[in-house]
């Protein structure tokens, strides 16, 4: 072992003492040295340790925005959902409304042209004798539905000598005579037999036929407003009727033919939605198919 001394000059110096061994300053740096390596690999080292964890910590963040993402893309896809299901009510509900104040138009133009024909049939009557009033049934009709004494002599046009004095018809012949007229194209004979015929007959077997032929009779005259509102009584007076469907069909052509295309097409697709396997619902399909 040695001692730091000062020579003459001013230079460190080792003094040697008894023990032996290597000069103190030269051992130092060797220490150093390896004090300087430590420190500068232990970070590193401690670094690489960690390091797996600080991984497993990034892919649990990655994953857990991954999971929120998603769960937000779920949302506005349900919140889409929903917005497209309001647009939707919002049409359907625009259209009912366009269809029920389209007929109740309608219906006031047919009180009100069924109060002028009243009015004039009322001034007409004040100046015809009882006698000279033509019965509302066809008498022709009469003959064929087999009720005794019900055909009366025909003149030379065809037509009875005395219509007045024909016998009240039954409940099936007094519809039957109805529906001939109105297949023969005798329109509004037919329209006056069929109410005749509902109004006599309120809880009559044949009442839904009566009245969907009350409207095919005023479609055939091409009085396409008045059809709707007729095959809507069908459907609104008789709802377990097997002439829903087609009177639905009905309602829905007569919109189109009135030029009003939006209600025509929503009471088609109703037929095609609430009947899908029946002759109306291929019908509709068919006519809204040459529509597009």
Known sequence: ??????????????????????????????????????????????????????????????????????????EITELKAKLDKQEELLRQGRADQNTRLTEILQSMEVVRNQLDQASRQSKGRARTSPAQVPAPVDPTVAESSGQPGQSGPAGASGTPADTARAPALDEEGLYRAAHQNLQQGRYPLAITGFRQYLSQFPDGAQNDEAQY????????????????????????????SNKVPAALLKVGLSYFEAGNNEVGRAYLERVIKEYPDSDEAMRAKDRLDRRR
């Open 1 to 74: 072992m040695s001692i730091r001394g000062l020579t003459a000059r001013g230079q460190v110096a080792c003094l040697p003492v008894r023990r032996r061994g290597p000069c103190l300053p030269s051992v130092l740096p060797a220490w150093g040295s390896i004090l300087v390596l430590g420190l500068v690999l232990l970070p590193g080292c401690s670094g690489h340790i960690h390091l797996p964890e600080r991984m497993a910590e990034t892919q649990a963040q990655v994953t857990e925005l991954q999971r929120r993402q998603e769960a937000l893309a779920r």
């Open 213 to 240: 032929g009350i409207g095919e009779a005023y479609y055939a005259q091409a009085d396409y407003p008045t059809a709707a509102i007729e095959f809507r009584a069908l459907v609104d007076t008789y709802p377990t």
